[in-house]
């Protein structure tokens, strides 16, 4: 067992005041060490306390009893109450270790947080050359260093106008806007920024820019690159070693290209699987995170006084700070709310590493603590990053995070500079206003110049230490190896390397495998030769969604990769996509999973796979019927509720997310053509597998709830497998789903913004008055101040107002047939058209009472409005469209799952027959 890295100093401190004995105190480090060891392994720790509970002195009993209870809960045994969260929040804000405002102080970070030594030495030399350049800066040119735009929103001549000192391509952003650009296309928009921010025609500064890009697993945004497995295959892996390999061949793959920085790794630790980032995370433990910083750090960037930053290495950041895999009940950018000691111990044991590693950035995260956005978190960002662990590299912003934080718009927020943030991520067409408004804040005093020179310096310091003033044109450093270097066969066969040692074994009854080629197979299912679904989220577009097998040039589909190996064998393998076959297979090969997302869109209410449309079970119960052996090999994000699934399968096998080299699943599966292994499994779960669908979160060690499989489980053809026996597939009773969803009640409710649309454009309701080309909108009162919309159309064009999530919200809590739309309507003005409920799918004159004049409620059946298979990702819940001169008033617009006794409900057939 590796010894546990976690520091415990400040419980142990405490304890042993209670003992008031040193000797006892370094005692107890070791008994520490030893319980956090067990829990670890999954061990419960009841002979431990059994054995304090012998002991005869109460207050040594109560001591040692503490730190138990505080490793116990550190981990993240089990969910707080409601009553104990509220008393560790009252702790907080009494603890003596905060400020006037309630706010944790520098004591308290330096009783918790690390201070990590320096990876680089002194550089004196670079140090003065910073100041120099620093010194002939104007504020313009400052601030415009500060500044990020996207690819997408800016060009060459606005770099040589601005003189910006970073920029960068979001996922699905592409030169020229074309996804299948070639390397050239790449290079070329490199050098051209690179020249117009070396052009100091007009202002007498040259500072070569940054290109950053989101690289996550593998160089994913380029046609042609390979495609590692997602963190949560690496981290099945446990293998440090593979991680740096990985991040050292996606580093050469992403210069290749021209671009110097990238946007990883992800040191989330993911407390509960519902948060659709799931896989961008390593494991539920933090031990295994914090190596994988380290090495991916060093792989990537190289290592200090040795190839730091050398030909064919890149900038690394590490993301997100901090506490975004910890937010309440998985939602993404949510709220973490843990104590500050846990905030280190579990979600910060990866950047102490990584910036010991020597990582030159570190990106601020969506979420926030404790009520606090992170873009605005002075003591976190400030006092404990960069002051008490000596993070002397760049703060990056996500994107349009500092908009997130209160008192602030994606066009300005000194807010976010003021707390730590040095550059401001701004996509979309907010960077200029973002950049004028920031000008105008220094001058005026809102941010200090000694702010502004500190953010720069940090900028200056990484470029000079990365080389960017001594490389020239990005086209010029590349050498032809580089240059051949996406997609090199080499850098396959890591990945393909990397799919088996993901690969975890959760059942192997009858030990069907490995499975003889020579056989005649059947492969179905819908992931089978899906080189999409298997490499997920951040593949080519942001959502990993629009691609097929004709986008992955050089990559291999699981089916291609059995098909390969089967018939060199002898074997014959049938590709089906509804499982019929004409001539009885040996052996059916079932792959199934989840559907491609990122962040935001993979947000699940519970962990149930294809919940409300069993597809998959039903193919695999139909092979079971009819006596075929089946092998069942699952693509998800995260580990999920498939009992019945298992139950349908004589083996199973979790395989997360791949990525382009498919071919790593057959050499695990099968035999050699002479009958031998030819690879084992390796792979272990690094998350807790649920026995429920509502058992999230569930993380090791477990008390009271137990998991189906725990952390670290995964069969081998080594063992002899205990047949697994039938599980239960009764759904369990989930948590009440509240009785209604609220989308506009006296306002408009989160996640949800109210969005005015016409053909042409959309644009948020930021006031209380909005106008665009057919549409007024504004805030009128009905029961108390602005409760209400007041909507009129011009009738110039067809335009409507309508209430989205910039996220696809999973609805299906509202399935039932008695779950219900219900919202109130006053008519003001009629007209001769149609107005439509929700993209044409009603029109409301058929609900409506026209000649009426007060307000109405008006309830519609959910199916009315949605397919139901659509359920699962709603992005515009509500809307109203008219291209005719209505005026209505609109308020109280909820999803119910069923009718209050009052309301009286239409029928879908009612309003079609109509």
């Known amino acids: 067992m590796k010894q546990f890295r976690w520091s415990h100093r400040l419980p142990q401190k405490r304890a042993a005041k209670q003992l008031g004995d040193v000797k006892k105190f370094q005692s107890m480090q070791k008994i520490t060490w030893a319980i956090k060891s067990s829990l670890s392994t999954n061990l419960l720790t009841v002979p431990l306390t059994t054995g304090i509970k012998k002991l005869k002195s109460k207050r040594v009993k109560q001591a040692l009893m503490g730190v ?102 979001g996922g699905g952003s592409f030169p ?71 991040a050292q061949l996606t580093a050469q793959e992403v210069a290749a290209t021209g671009i110097d920085w990238v946007f990883a790794p992800t040191v989330a630790v993911a407390r509960d699987d519902r948060w659709g980032r799931s896989y961008e995370s390593y494991s539920e433990d933090p031990t295994r995170v914090a190596d994988y910083a380290e090495a991916f750090v060093k792989g990537m960037q190289g290592e200090p006084e040795k190839d730091f930053l050398s030909p064919g290495k890149t900038l690394a950041t590490l993301k997100h700070f901090i ?18 000691d846990a905030l280190f111990q579990i979600h910060g044991q990866g950047y102490a590493r990584g910036i010991g590693a020597g990582a030159q950035f570190v990106m601020a995260s969506f979420n926030s603590w404790q009520g606090r956005k992170l873009h605005g978190h002075h003591y976190l960002l400030q006092q404990v990053l960069k002051d008490r662990m000596g993070f002397d590299g760049v703060v990056v912003g996500d994107w349009n995070g500092h908009g997130q934080v209160a008192g602030c718009s994606n066009e300005s ?56 003033f001594q490389r020239g044109k990005p086209s010029e450093a590349l050498t032809r190896y580089q240059l051949n270097s996406l997609g090199d066969a080499k850098h396959r066969a890591v990945a393909r390397d990397a799919v088996r040692q993901s690969l975890v074994l959760l059942k192997n009854n009858r030990k069907i495998l490995p499975l003889h080629p020579k056989q005649t197979f059947l492969l179905t299912g819908a992931a089978a030769d899906n080189i999409g679904q298997q490499s997920g989220g951040w593949t080519i577009t942001w959502q990993g969604t629009g691609n097929n097998n004709q986008d992955f040039p050089g990559a291999t589909s699981i089916y291609q990769g059995l098909r390969t190996q089967i018939e060199q064998a002898g074997g014959k393998i049938f590709l089906s996509d509804d499982g019929s076959f004409q001539h009885r297979p040996d052996v059916a090969i079932v792959v199934f999973g989840e559907q491609p997302y990122a962040e935001g869109n993979g947000d699940i209410s519970n962990l149930e796979f294809e919940r409300g449309n069993k597809r998959s079970w039903r193919l695999l119960k139909k092979f079971k019927a009819e006596g075929i052996p089946t092998v069942s090999v699952f693509l998800s ?36 053509s002479q009958g031998e292994v030819q690879f084992d499994f390796v792979g272990k779960l690094p998350f807790s597998w649920p026995r429920a669908a509502d058992q999230a979160p569930l993380n090791a060690p477990y008390i009271g709830q137990q998991p ?30 509240p009785p209604s969803k609220p989308i506009f009640q006296r306002s408009v409710q989160p996640p949800f913004r109210t969005m005015l649309a016409n053909d042409k454009e959309i644009v948020e309701l930021v006031s209380n008055s909005q106008s665009i080309a057919g549409l007024q909108v504004r805030t009128v009162d009905r029961l108390v101040q602005e409760d209400a919309l007041a909507v009129a159309w011009t009738g110039t064009q067809s335009a409507g107002i309508e209430f989205s999530s910039p996220f696809t919200e999973d609805l299906r809590d509202w399935s039932s047939s008695a779950a219900i739309m219900s919202f109130d309507l006053r008519l003001l003005s009629s007209a001769d058209g149609p107005l439509w ?14 000649d009426h004049s007060q307000w109405q409620t008006i309830a519609v059946p959910l199916g009315c409005l949605f397919v139901p298979d659509h359920l699962s990702a709603v992005a515009k819940v509500f809307s109203i469209r008219a291209e005719h001169p209505w005026q209505v008033q609109l308020a109280n617009v909820v999803i119910q799952s069923q009718p209050l006794p009052e309301q009286r409900v239409v029928s879908c057939e009612s309003i079609k027959d109509e």
Request: proline share 7%; with cysteine; glycine share 8%.
């Open 837 to 850: 409920l929700n993209d044409h799918a009603l029109d409301l004159r058929q609900l409506v009472q026209l």
């Open 708 to 737: 189906l499989f725990p952390l670290g489980f995964g069969l081998s053809y080594q063992q002899e497998p205990k047949p697994l026996a039938v599980l239960s597939e009764q759904r369990p009773d989930l948590p009440q789903q």
């Open 68 to 169: 138990i209870m505080t490793v116990v809960g550190i981990t993240g045994c089990q969910k707080p109450s409601d009553a104990s969260a509220d008393r560790a929040g009252e702790e907080m804000k009494n603890t003596p270790s905060t400020d006037q405002r309630g706010q944790p102080s520098l004591s308290s970070a330096a009783a918790i947080w690390p201070k990590v030594d320096a990876a680089l030495p002194p550089q004196p030399d670079i140090e003065a050359q910073v100041a120099a350049l620093l010194n002939k800066m104007s504020l313009e040119q400052k601030v415009a260093q500060m500044i990020q735009p996207e690819i997408r929103d800016f060009t060459p001549d606005d770099m040589r106008e601005y003189g910006f000192g970073s920029y960068l391509n």
């Open 323 to 340: 506490g975004d895999g910890g937010t309440e009940q998985g939602d993404d950018q949510g709220d973490t709310i843990v104590e500050e």
């Open 637 to 672: 994000g995260r580990p999920m509720w498939v009992n019945p699934e298992l139950n349908q399968s004589d083996a199973f096998v979790a395989a997360w997310l791949p990525g382009s080299e498919g071919e790593g699943i057959a050499d695990v599966l099968l035999q050699s």
């Open 413 to 468: 927020c000194p807010q976010a500079i003021n707390a730590g943030v040095d550059i401001l991520m701004a996509p979309g067409q907010s960077w200029k206003a973002l950049y004028y408004n920031t000008i105008e804040q220094v001058q005026r005093g809102d941010i200090s110049m000694q702010r502004i020179d500190d953010a720069v310096s940090r900028i200056l310091r990484v470029k000079f230490r990365a080389g960017l």
């Open 176 to 246: 020229n806007q074309n996804k299948h650009a070639a390397i050239e296309d790449w290079i070329q928009l490199a050098d051209d920024m690179y020249v117009a921010s070396m052009d100091a025609s007009k202002d007498g500064i040259a500072i070569p820019a940054l290109w950053g890009t989101d690289a996550v697993h593998g160089h994913t945004n380029v046609i042609g690159a390979t495609i590692f497995p997602h963190n949560i295959g690496l981290g099945a892996a446990n293998n440090p070693e593979l991680v740096k390999q990985i």
